[in-house]
């Protein structure tokens, strides 16, 4: 079983819908969680990390559900930029465990 | 801040051949990461340095595969002999303190390998 799992998709969303991605890890000890994007051949880059608590930056919100054991990232008001592949990232000090992303195709 | 430099940005070899990738990571950092992504494993961690010392090699596929760092300002991962199943983009990245992914932390470009 791999250790973090998402839907690779794509989802195709029209501008200014919603969409909500999830992944499952299968550790639970794993204290740390994160939200990277990748645009088409270029490096992955952090979107944002996520908290117990749950947290928000502009449009976007990370949630975490450790007695389920998945993340979720809430997306609101799509814009075109967003289009690019969601990477789910959990795991310990320096060991982390990238999901295969989730493509994000926003279209006019 | 130059960010991580990885060279050559694409390469192109023949199976058999050895390839050598480097990097050089952001100036200060103290740990350095080699990953892999290809679309059937996504991205992997190959191994990670902290202060120019190997700490995790438990990702590197073989024998075939080897990394260096004899700085802290360079590093280099070696393949010997090459095969077509290597291919794949190969990212190096580094940061400061405890290497937590969070906004201390930083790829470089990549360095897309084909073996034909």
């Known amino acids: 079983r791999k250790e973090v799992e998402q839907d690779p998709g794509p989802f195709n969303v029209p501008e200014g819908a919603t969409v909500a991605f999830n992944c499952t890890y299968s550790?639970?000890?794993?204290?740390?969680f994160f939200w990277y994007r990748q645009d088409c051949r270029k490096e992955p880059k952090l979107l944002m990390s996520?908290?117990?608590s749950g947290n928000e930056d502009g449009r976007f919100t990370a949630q975490l559900n450790r007695a389920s054991q998945y993340i979720s990232l809430l997306i609101r008001d799509s814009k075109l930029s967003d289009s690019a592949t969601y990477l789910c990232?959990?795991?310990?000090?320096?060991?982390?465990?990238f999901g295969s992303g989730t493509k994000l195709n926003v279209k006019p | 801040d130059a960010g991580v430099i990885q060279s050559p940005r694409h390469e192109v070899t023949e199976m058999g051949q050895e390839v050598t990738l480097r990097c050089k990571p952001i100036s200060g950092h103290d740990y350095l990461f080699w990953y892999r992504q290809t679309m059937m494993r996504g991205l992997e961690l190959l191994i990670y340095?902290?202060?120019?010392?190997?700490?995790?090699d438990s990702g590197m596929p073989e024998d075939r595969f080897s990394a260096k760092m004899p700085n802290a300002s360079f590093s280099t991962l070696k393949i010997q002999p090459s095969e077509p199943r290597d291919s794949a983009v190969y990212f190096c990245?580094?940061?400061?303190?405890?290497?937590?992914?969070?906004?201390?932390?930083?790829f470089g470009s990549g360095t897309r390998l084909t073996v034909v």
């Open positions: 990245a580094s940061s400061l303190g405890q290497g937590n992914l969070d906004y201390g932390y930083t």
């Open positions: 550790n639970s000890a794993s204290q740390s």
């Open positions: 996520v908290y117990s």
């Open positions: 340095f902290n202060n120019n010392v190997p700490i995790d």
């Open positions: 990232v959990v795991g310990n000090f320096n060991k982390f465990y």
